[in-house]
C-alpha cells in the first residue's frame, strides 16, 4: 500500500507486491527471502504497511557496501559533505508532506505534529552541516614541554578521525527526527551508515532516506535494512563491521551493551522523569507546563513528565490547576491533530492498563477516570500514589501521571535517584538559588527549570545517566561521538621555540 500522497519522488521505493523496498548500495531492493513484514495502523488495526524481511545476507552486504564506500567518503572534504547533507534537508522539506502521512498512519501522531517532525528534521541536518565544518575542521597542536621534563623538541598533531561503519536504530516515536540525528552527524564526520528503522515507523524512514538517495550520496555510504529484530537484530548489533552503535529506545538497549563488547555506543534508553514542585512554584503555570509535558503524543516520549512529586502543602492547589486542563485534551484520531490518539500498540495498552490497575489495588486516588477503547486511552491522574506502587518507578509510555505528595525536597530527591533510569527532570521554584540546588542533587541526564522536560533544541546536550543510557547526542555531541582522535608526533633533532 502506498503512502498518502505519495508522488512519483518515491516511485522507486514500492515494490509492485505493494512492500516497500530496502535500500543497500545505492539501490532500492525486494529482498530474496520472499517474505514481508506488516505495520499495522495503532488507530484502526488494520495493515497499513508492508516492508522487506531482510535476510542476516542482505545484512552482510549492506555492512559491505558500507564499508566500501566509507573509506573515499573520509577523504571527502568537509564543505563537500556539508552541501551533500543540505542537498538531502531541502529534498526533505520539499517532500515533507508524504513523509508525515506516513508517520500518521504507522504510529498515530498528529498531522501537524508529523509535519513538524519532518520540518525539524531537515533544520537538524542543516545545522549538523555548519556544525561539523566548524567543530570538525579543528585540530590541535601540542607541544611538549608543558609537561615536567620535558623540552620542545617534538610537536604532537591531534586530528579527528572518522570511526568506520554506524548502526543507527531510531524508535518509533521518532522515526524520522531520531533517525537523522545518528545518520547526519555520521555522514558529516566521514562515516558510512546502515539504517534499522523500528518497524513502526519503518515507511517513514525509508521515505527519509530516499531524500539523502536523491540528494546523490555516494553509493553504499547510507544503507537501510527492514525486518524483524527477533531475526536480523543480534546480527545487526554484533556484526564485527560495526563500529559505533546508536540505538534509541527501550530495555534492549542494555541486552545490545552486553552483547556488543568493545564497540562504542551512544544510548538512550528511556526514562522516568521526575517533576519537582515546590512550596513556592507559581502553581497556575507549574499545572499547564506538567500537562503539556505529560500528555504530548499520549505520554509516548522519553522525556514526558513521568511522576509528580509535589509538597503537601500545595499539592491540593496544584491538583486544582492541573485536573481542568487534563479534562480539557482533546481525545481521538490523530489526523483531527488531537492531544491524545491511540497508543502504539495492544502490548503497550495493555502494560499502561497493567500499571492503572496496580495503582488502583493498592490505594491510587483518580481525579480523571481511566478509559479505554482498543489502543485509544483516556489520559488518566492518579493522586495519592505511594513508593509502593509500580507507576511510582516504571515508565508508562502512556497518557498516565502519576502524583505523589511528599513533606520535603529532600524526599524527593531521594526517589529521584534511587530510580534506575535517570534521563531528565524537572523542578517549579521561584528560587533561584534552590533551583540549581536540587538540580544539582538531582542526579539525572538533564534537569529543566520551570518547564518540562524537553529533548532539544537539537543541540543542546541530551543524555541519560545509569540505565537511562551511554555517551551524550545534541548535535555537537554527536558529532564528537562520531569521530575517534589519532595523534601523530614529530620528533625533531633539536628543540625549537617559536618566536615573535
Not at 374 to 388: H, I, K, R, Y
Request: aromatic share 6%.
Amino acid at each position: 500500500m502506498a503512502a498518502n500522497g505519495d508522488s512519483n519522488f518515491f516511485a522507486d521505493i514500492l515494490s509492485s507486491s505493494g512492500a516497500y523496498k530496502y535500500y543497500v548500495d545505492g539501490a532500492w531492493s525486494e529482498s530474496t527471502s520472499g517474505k514481508s513484514v506488516a505495520v499495522m495502523n495503532p488507530t484502526t488495526g488494520a495493515e497499513a504497511y508492508r516492508f522487506q524481511a531482510c535476510t542476516q545476507a542482505e545484512v552482510d552486504g549492506a555492512y559491505r557496501a558500507a564499508q566500501g564506500a566509507q573509506k573515499a567518503w573520509a577523504k571527502t572534504p568537509l564543505h563537500a559533505r556539508a552541501a551533500m547533507l543540505r542537498k538531502a534537508a531541502t529534498l526533505l522539506r520539499e517532500n515533507a508532506g508524504p513523509i508525515a502521512s506516513c508517520m500518521v498512519a504507522e504510529v498515530a501522531k498528529g498531522a501537524k505534529d508529523s509535519l513538524s517532525e519532518v520540518v525539524r528534521s531537515a533544520d537538524l541536518i542543516d545545522y549538523t552541516a555548519e556544525e561539523g565544518v566548524r567543530v570538525l575542521g579543528q585540530g590541535k597542536l601540542l607541544n611538549p614541554d608543558s609537561f615536567p621534563g620535558q623540552a620542545r623538541n617534538k610537536m604532537c598533531l591531534v586530528s579527528k578521525v572518522p570511526l568506520g561503519v554506524v548502526l543507527a536504530i531510531p524508535p518509533f516515536n521518532y522515526p524520522v527526527n531520531l533517525a537523522v540525528s545518528k545518520i547526519a552527524p555520521a555522514l558529516m564526520a566521514g562515516n558510512a551508515v546502515v539504517l534499522k528503522p523500528p518497524t513502526q515507523g519503518a515507511i517513514a524512514g525509508l521515505h527519509m532516506v530516499h531524500c539523502f538517495h536523491a540528494a546523490g550520496f555516494p553509493k553504499g555510504l547510507l544503507n537501510c535494512v527492514t525486518g524483524k529484530g527477533s531475526e536480523i537484530g543480534d546480527f545487526l548489533t554484533t556484526h564485527p563491521s560495526a563500529n559505533l552503535i546508536s540505538f534509541t529506545g527501550g530495555d534492549t538497549g542494555v541486552a545490545i551493551s552486553k552483547k556488543a563488547g568493545m564497540v562504542p555506543m551512544q544510548m538512550e534508553l528511556g526514562g522516568k522523569d521526575v517533576c519537582i514542585v515546590c512550596e513556592d512554584a507559581k502553581l497556575d503555570a507549574a499545572a499547564k507546563h506538567i500537562v503539556k509535558g505529560a500528555f504530548s503524543y499520549s505520554g509516548q516520549r522519553c522525556t514526558a513528565v513521568k511522576l509528580v512529586m509535589v509538597m503537601s502543602s500545595v499539592a491540593d492547589t496544584l491538583v486544582e490547576h492541573m485536573v481542568p486542563l487534563v479534562r480539557e485534551l482533546s481525545v481521538g484520531l490523530p489526523t483531527d491533530d488531537c492531544d491524545i490518539t491511540p497508543v502504539i500498540s495492544e502490548s503497550s495498552a495493555n502494560f499502561i492498563e497493567g500499571l492503572v490497575q496496580d495503582a488502583q489495588t493498592k490505594g491510587a486516588t483518580f481525579l480523571t477516570p481511566f478509559k479505554r477503547e482498543g489502543n485509544l486511552l483516556w489520559p488518566t491522574l492518579l493522586d495519592n500514589v505511594t513508593a509502593g506502587m509500580r507507576i511510582a518507578w516504571e515508565e508508562p509510555f502512556g497518557p498516565v501521571l502519576p502524583i505523589i505528595r511528599v513533606n520535603s525536597v529532600q524526599e524527593a530527591i531521594d526517589h529521584c535517584n534511587a530510580n534506575n533510569v535517570a534521563l531528565q527532570g524537572c523542578v517549579f521554584t521561584q528560587d533561584i538559588n534552590a533551583a540549581i540546588t536540587i538540580s544539582d542533587a538531582m542526579e539525572t541526564g538533564t534537569v529543566q527549570i520551570n518547564a518540562a522536560p524537553a529533548r532539544g533544541p537539537d543541540h543542546f546536550p541530551f543524555q541519560g545517566f545509569r540505565d537511562s543510557g551511554i555517551g551524550s547526542q545534541g548535535v555537537t555531541n554527536s558529532l564528537e561521538m562520531m569521530v575517534k582522535t589519532k595523534s601523530t608526533v614529530i620528533n625533531l633533532e633539536t628543540e625549537s621555540y617559536a618566536m615573535g
